[in-house]
């Protein structure tokens, strides 16, 4: 029987009747957020009274296995979301920036409570840091002091939707070139950001550069 092209090319595209209800077609991804979304595996990590919540959000009356995050790793090699749960000071800064460098990519940032997003009533504090997000990228804020359970779980379907929202193309840990590891924060008098030595040296040396030319203008 001779065909014309159209009917041979649609006789070569048509699905087996028994396999049309087993294939269906999506895009790459939505698979690859799909796979992501669904097995996040939290760092076994707290700071202050947020964490007893925290622990009591993965215990058995929240259940956050229904979110294939029932595993909290102990090592962040194995974790690829942070919880920081508590006040964040000053001395603990350096090993929170420490143990998020070793975390593999793709890894996210969950601030929970008062303290991690902002300083919370401890903000005025000589040892207390105003917000992680000064030194680390926070993906989702969770108000509260300290928050419910049922706020970490909200805010874990928000990290969720950002998840499903990336693209395999513009995902950061996929693209050219070596990324730089958070430069971690140097505990002394005060702490500071790494980063910053260049512009904290030019000011310091500023009036130094000064003073030199005003001798010079008076001799």
């Known amino acids: 029987m001779n065909m014309n092209p159209d009917e041979a090319k649609d006789a070569h595209n048509q699905v087996p009747s028994d396999l049309q209800r087993n294939v269906f077609i999506t895009s790459l991804d939505y698979m690859y957020n799909l796979i992501r979304k669904t097995s996040v595996w939290p760092l076994m990590f707290g700071l202050a009274c ?8 993965a215990a ?44 593999a990519e793709p890894r996210y940032v969950i601030a929970m409570g008062a303290c991690a997003t902002g300083g919370g009533p401890f903000k005025e504090g000589y040892n207390v840091v105003s917000g992680i997000d000064r030194f680390l990228p926070v993906d989702v804020y969770v108000p509260g002091c300290p928050p419910t359970p049922e706020a970490l779980l909200h805010g874990v379907l928000k990290l969720r939707e950002k998840i499903a929202r990336q693209s395999i193309k513009q995902v950061p840990w996929y693209q050219k070139g070596v990324q730089d590891a958070i430069p971690q924060p140097v505990l002394g008098p005060d702490i500071f950001d790494p980063r910053r030595v260049p512009e904290i040296r030019q000011r310091t040396l500023q009036p130094a550069a000064s003073e030199g030319e005003e001798e010079a203008e008076t001799a």
């Open 50 to 57: 947020c964490a007893i919540e925290m622990i009591c959000t």
């Open 60 to 103: 058995g009356r929240y259940d956050m296995a229904r979110f294939g995050m029932e595993v909290m790793r102990p090592s962040p090699r194995q974790s690829d979301l942070m919880i920081v749960s508590g006040t964040v000071t000053k001395k603990m800064v350096p090993q929170i920036v420490r143990i998020y460098n070793q975390m």
